[in-house]
C-alpha cells in the first residue's frame, strides 16, 4: 500500500501546477476586467469569465492542497508551493509579457533544488486518531495566542494601513493572506483529518469540532482569496508571487511548530536538513524576485533615458536659451509625462540639465537685457 506521505506529495504537486496557473490567469482576468478602474473596488471583475477560469482552476488546486495536508504534514505540503511560483513566472512570462531572465531562472532552479531536499528529510505526520485529538492541540496556550495575534494584526492591516498604503506596499494585502492563510491551513488539517476518519468508517462527524474546524477554515478562506486578489490586482504576479509564498510558508510553519509542538523530526541530521531546505527555497524565490525587481529598474531606466533624449531635442542648439522654459518652469523640450511627474516648485531648480537654468536667473537676465540699450559708452577722445 502506497504510504500516505507520498500520497500528500502527489496532491501537493498537482496543488502547485493548479495555483501556479490559476495565478495568471486571473490576473488577466482582473486586467481584463478594469476598464481603466481597479477590478477589486467595484467588483467589476465577477461578471469577467476569464477571472472565474482562474478562480475554478485555483478552486481545484486549492482542494488537492487540502487533500495533501490530510495525508501530509504542514512542513513538506506547505515549501512544495514554490513549485506554485515557478509555474507562475514561466507562464507570467508568456502570457502577461513579464520578463524573467537568467537570474530568474537560477531562482527556479534553487526552488526546485530546496523542495527536493525538504521531500527527502520531511517528517511523518502526526499520528491522529480523532478529531478531538487535534482539538486537544488547537486549544493550547500557545496557539489560541497565535490565531488572537493574527486576528488583531489583520484587522489592524485591513483598516489602518490598508487604506493609506495598501496600493504602494505590497506587503499590506500579502501579510493579511499569508498570515490568515496559515490559519486556515491548521484547521483544515483538522478537518481533513475528520474526514478522512470518517472515510475510513470512524464517523467524525458526531463531535462539534468537526463543524468548527470547517467554518473556521472557510471564513480564513475567505479572507486570505480576498486579500491575495486585492493585491494581484495592483502589483505585478511575478511580485506578489514569490512575496506570498515565502510569507504563507513562514506563517504556515511557525503555526505548525507551534501547534504540533516541534517538526516532529527523527533525528538530528533530517532536521538540519529540513532547514537547509527551507533556507534554499527561500532563497531561490528571492532570487527569483531580485530578477523581477531588476527587470522593473532597467524598464524604468529605459523610460527615463527616453524622457532624456526628448528633453535634449527640445532644447535647441547648445548656448540657445528658450523663452518658453520661463513658462513650463522646464527645459523647452520636457513636456506631457514628464512634466506631470515633475514637482512644480522643484522644477524651477538650477542645474537640471545643461541648458536648463532657474526662474530667478531668467528674469534677473531679461532685466540686464532691458536695461542694456539705456546704457550709453563714449567713445574716448584720441
Known amino acids: 500500500m502506497v504510504d500516505d506521505k507520498w500520497i500528500g506529495l502527489t ?14 490567469i486571473t490576473k488577466k482576468g482582473l486586467t481584463a476586467a478594469a476598464d481603466g478602474t481597479s477590478a477589486t473596488d467595484n467588483m467589476s471583475y465577477l461578471r469577467n469569465p476569464v477571472w472565474w477560469t482562474g478562480m475554478s482552476t485555483l478552486i481545484v488546486g486549492e482542494f488537492a492542497n487540502f487533500a495533501a495536508y490530510t495525508f ?21 512570462s508568456f502570457l502577461l509579457k513579464e520578463h524573467l531572465g537568467h537570474l530568474g531562472r537560477v531562482g527556479c532552479a534553487l526552488c526546485l533544488l530546496g523542495s527536493s531536499i525538504i521531500v527527502l528529510h520531511a517528517p511523518e505526520d502526526e499520528p491522529l486518531e480523532s478529531v478531538t485529538q487535534f482539538l486537544e492541540f488547537a486549544i493550547q496556550p500557545g496557539f489560541l495566542l497565535y490565531c488572537f495575534t493574527v486576528t488583531v494584526f489583520s484587522l489592524v492591516m485591513a483598516y489602518g494601513a490598508a487604506p493609506k498604503y495598501g496600493r504602494t506596499n505590497p506587503l499590506v494585502y500579502i501579510s493579511i493572506a499569508s498570515l490568515m492563510g496559515s490559519v486556515s491551513v491548521m484547521f483544515v488539517k483538522g478537518f481533513g483529518v475528520a474526514v478522512k476518519l470518517t472515510f475510513a468508517g470512524h464517523n467524525q462527524f458526531v463531535y462539534p469540532s468537526t463543524y468548527l474546524f470547517g467554518a473556521i477554515s472557510a471564513g480564513c478562506i475567505v479572507v486570505q482569496l480576498h486579500y491575495s486578489n486585492r493585491a494581484l490586482d495592483i502589483f505585478s504576479v511575478n511580485l506578489v508571487n514569490p512575496v506570498y509564498y515565502t510569507g504563507f510558508c513562514t506563517a504556515t510553519i511557525v503555526a505548525s511548530l507551534i501547534l504540533f509542538r516541534g517538526l516532529n523530526t527523527d533525528n538530528a541530521t533530517n532536521t538540519v536538513s529540513l532547514l537547509i531546505g527551507f533556507v534554499v527555497t527561500f532563497l531561490g524565490v528571492h532570487v ?6 531588476d527587470a522593473s529598474a532597467a524598464a524604468t531606466d529605459g523610460i527615463a533615458t527616453a524622457l532624456a533624449n526628448d528633453e535634449w531635442a527640445g532644447l535647441g ?21 514628464y512634466s506631470v511627474l515633475t514637482p512644480q516648485f522643484g522644477s524651477f531648480d538650477a542645474g537640471r540639465g545643461g541648458d536648463t537654468v532657474g526662474l530667478l536667473r531668467l528674469v534677473e537676465e531679461d532685466e540686464d537685457e532691458e536695461m542694456r540699450p539705456d546704457i550709453r559708452i563714449s567713445p574716448r577722445p584720441v
Open 11 to 24: 496532491l501537493a504537486v498537482i496543488s502547485s501546477l493548479a495555483i501556479g496557473t490559476s495565478t495568471v
Open 72 to 92: 501530509a504534514p504542514p512542513v513538506m505540503v506547505t515549501p512544495l508551493g514554490a513549485l506554485s511560483v515557478i509555474i507562475g513566472a514561466v507562464l507570467a
Open 288 to 293: 527569483l524576485n531580485l530578477s523581477m525587481l
Open 317 to 337: 542648439a547648445p548656448g540657445e536659451r528658450r523663452r518658453d522654459s520661463v513658462g513650463l518652469g522646464l527645459g523647452g523640450g520636457r513636456h506631457g509625462l
